[in-house]
């Protein structure tokens, strides 16, 4: 068995991790969303989804999660297959930015017990790119934040992305005041 230090972090689609599995542009492009905020290119979520997908596949994935943590007070995961199905009867690994993106839960996942039918549901996952994604149970799980239709935080997570979000603009603010 693998010394315990040498384990720590390999299940984990880390900084060194996006580093070696992605292009170099297509790196620096994610670094500029999840550091300063930048809008993600479809072009480098469907670059950052083809690489999370190969590398979690030679870890021994087969499906992914939109992993979050709703106002149930557990975490919660929309599981899907990367495996999709061919007419000839065989079957192709795929994983696209748009689905690395965003996700539909059903609506299980709402403060109710999902008391609605899911296509009423509207509550909507989208990636957080500045939480690694990792691998539980042969799962990659992409951390998401969980949102109604209109906006409204489904999760816990939404409000601590919106009030870090208004905390750096307020700090930059103040430190403009003193020509910083």
Known sequence: MANLT???????????????WLPKDVYKKLAATIEEGE????????????????????KGATHYAHWFQPLSG??????????EPN?????????????LIKGEPDASSFPNGGLRATFEARGYTAWDATSPAFIKDD?????????????EALDKKTPLLRSMTALDEQAKRVLALFGK
Not at 6 to 20: A, H, I, L
Not at 87 to 99: L, M, N, Q, Y
């Open 87 to 99: 007419h000839d009867g065989t079957a192709i690994a795929k994983f696209s930015g748009k689905a």
């Open 139 to 151: 799962v990659l799980c992409i951390p998401t934040a969980f949102c109604s239709y209109t906006g």
């Open 39 to 58: 809008p993600l290119d479809l072009d480098v979520a469907n670059a950052v989804a083809h690489a999370m997908k190969e590398w979690a596949i030679s």
């Open 6 to 20: 040498e384990r720590y972090g390999t299940m984990v689609f880390s900084e060194d991790v996006m580093k070696k």
């Open 74 to 83: 557990i975490t919660s995961e929309k599981h899907d297959s990367f495996l």
